[in-house]
């Protein structure tokens, strides 16, 4: 992996795990991957951090059905699941394909450099 690639996924990586929204497994994932860098595992944490990744950054559809879903009902309460959904459809409409919250733009930002990453 280019050095270049390497820093701006650090970067991106350390703003998902800081983000509220980011995942224990995502940010565990994201540790790892960080303290392999530059060494001879790097290349196999970096597998399991994109494949962490695909799991957790969700899709702008998955965020829709999740929002308008009972146990998204029951996690956010009936008003936040309500502006949530509206949030995720506007988001739907205007071609978004992720979720827009801080670790899924990270997590995205990371897997559209998946290529270079491999």
């Known amino acids: 992996m280019?050095?270049?690639?390497r820093e701006?996924?650090?970067?991106?990586?350390?703003e998902m795990m800081n983000a509220?929204?980011?995942s224990a497994e995502a940010?565990?994932?994201a540790e790892s991957w960080l303290a392999a860098m530059g060494t001879d595992k790097e290349a196999e944490e970096t597998k399991k951090f994109i494949?962490?990744?695909e799991q957790d950054v969700l899709p702008v559809e998955a965020c829709i059905a999740f929002s308008a879903s009972e146990a998204g009902v029951q996690?956010?309460?009936?008003?936040?699941a309500a502006q949530m959904n509206a949030h995720a459809r506007e988001?739907?409409?205007?071609?978004?394909?992720f979720c827009d919250c801080p670790a899924c733009t990270a997590g995205a930002a990371i897997l559209a450099k998946k290529a270079e990453m491999m």
Do not use: D, I, P
Request: net charge positive.
């Open 2 to 5: 280019e050095q270049q690639v």
């Open 8 to 14: 701006y996924v650090a970067a991106k990586a350390k």
């Open 20 to 22: 509220v929204s980011c």
């Open 27 to 29: 940010k565990a994932a």
């Open 51 to 53: 494949a962490e990744l």
């Open 75 to 80: 996690l956010f309460g009936a008003e936040r």
């Open 91 to 97: 988001l739907q409409a205007s071609g978004a394909t």
